[in-house]
Structures are given as C-alpha cells and as structure tokens.
C-alpha cells in the first residue's frame, strides 16, 4: 500500500478536533474497557489494522484477555465470555458502524436502555462514532501498523 497524506501534518486543525473528541471520551462514567471493546469491535468490521493493533494492545494493558479479544468478533457465539451490558454495547457498536444497513435498531437502543443511563448511551454513541471516524482516517489515508 501506498503512503498517503498525514492528516495530522495536512490539516492540524481537523486532527485536534478529533483529539478533542478524545480528551471528551477519556472522563465519561462508560468504562475504559467497555471503550476499548466497542474500539476494537468497529476496528473489525472496518477493516482497520492499524486500530485493532493499537486497541487491543490498549486493551490487553487495561487488563483485557487475551481470550475475549480473540473471540470478539465472534461475540455472537461467544456471548458467555461477555456480560449483558457488553452483548448491548456490541450490537449497538455493529449497527451504528454498518449504519446504512438498518441504523440502531429499536431493539438494540431499548435494550442498552436496560444497563445504560441517557447521558452513558450517549458516550457509548459518541464512542462508536469517533472510532468509526479514525478508523476512515487511517483506511483512507494507508496508516500502517505501528506508525505515527
């Protein structure tokens, strides 16, 4: 793959809005790991290696396992491994990620309403699409594992 642009270096102003979105997300109630969950989750389905890689190291030193992360985007057939609070989170991750398939489902957004406060599904929202938003960054502009 061929180096494209640094956004950072490009656009430094567009990067520090991302960042602030960043510093916004590091003191919401939501938990560090469930962030790192939904992170690595929309990484997958994006196809981002740059984000998985960074994610789940980020993950395995919030003291994540090995094992969960291994099975995560086969959660489905894994739900064991993962609490109900986590299996909501997930379903909302995949399908604010996949948005154009169907969106957030009723159901998805009822059921996380059962764990979640307003303002925690708010920052799980905010979470999933400020991922989702590097995750194009890094596709698009070919950051490699390990770079920056």
Request: aromatic share 6%.
């Given at each position: 793959m061929t180096k494209r642009i640094n956004i950072n270096k490009v656009a430094p102003q567009a990067y520090k809005a991302m960042i602030g979105l960043e510093m916004y997300l590091a003191n919401v109630e939501i938990s560090k790991s469930l962030k790192e969950l939904i992170k690595i989750r929309a990484s997958q389905i994006n196809n981002c290696a740059y984000c998985i890689d960074m994610h789940t190291?980020?993950?395995?030193?919030?003291?994540?396992?090995?094992?969960?992360?291994f099975l995560l985007s086969a959660w489905k057939e894994a739900k064991s491994f993962y609490t109900e609070?986590?299996?909501?989170?997930?379903?909302?991750?995949?399908?604010?990620?996949?948005?154009?398939?169907?969106?957030?489902?009723?159901?998805?957004?009822?059921?996380?309403?059962?764990?979640?406060?307003?303002?925690?599904?708010?920052?799980?929202?905010?979470?999933i699409v400020t991922i989702n938003a590097w995750n194009r960054i890094a596709v698009s502009t070919h950051l490699q594992v390990g770079e920056f």
């Open positions: 190291k980020d993950a395995l030193k919030n003291g994540e396992t090995n094992q969960r992360i609070e986590e299996q909501a989170v997930l379903v909302m991750t995949e399908e604010i990620t996949m948005i154009s398939q169907n969106g957030l489902s009723e159901e998805a957004y009822e059921n996380a309403s059962k764990f979640f406060s307003e303002t925690q599904i708010a920052e799980i929202i905010m979470a």
